[in-house]
Nanobody, 119 residues
């Protein structure tokens, strides 16, 4: 079992920045990738960014087109944490952001943190 706790969400003005954090605990040795997703009311949960943390491909990242150049995902294996630095925020970035940890055949989710970008 893996437990994930997000933090860092909040209210920010257009053009501002936020840094989301996700702390992982439990059976974390088998995690091979970590990702950030977001979901708004009535919308599907969508992948924002992901990073591989396994030995063979550690460090590979993926970004949704809508956040490329503005968001950056990073992982600190010593702290068992993954971060999402969000810059140049837009109103359309307003959503609940979720952290996900992937094992080979199991996904674990955090409880989510609200990000609101006001214009």
């Amino acid at each position: 079992q893996v437990y994930l706790v997000e933090s860092g969400g909040g209210l920010v003005q257009v053009g501002g920045s936020l840094r989301l954090s996700c702390a992982a605990s439990g059976s974390i040795a088998r995690i091979r990738a970590l990702g950030w997703y977001r979901q708004g009311p009535g919308k599907k949960r969508a992948l924002v960014a992901a990073i591989s943390v396994d030995i063979t491909s550690g460090g590979n990242t993926y970004y949704a087109d809508s956040v490329k150049g503005r968001f950056a995902i990073s992982a600190d294996t010593a702290k068992n944490a993954v971060y999402l630095q969000m810059n140049s925020l837009k109103p359309e970035d307003t959503d609940v952001y979720f952290c996900k940890a992937e094992e080979n055949d199991i996904d674990y989710w955090g409880q989510g943190t609200q990000v609101t970008v006001s214009s």
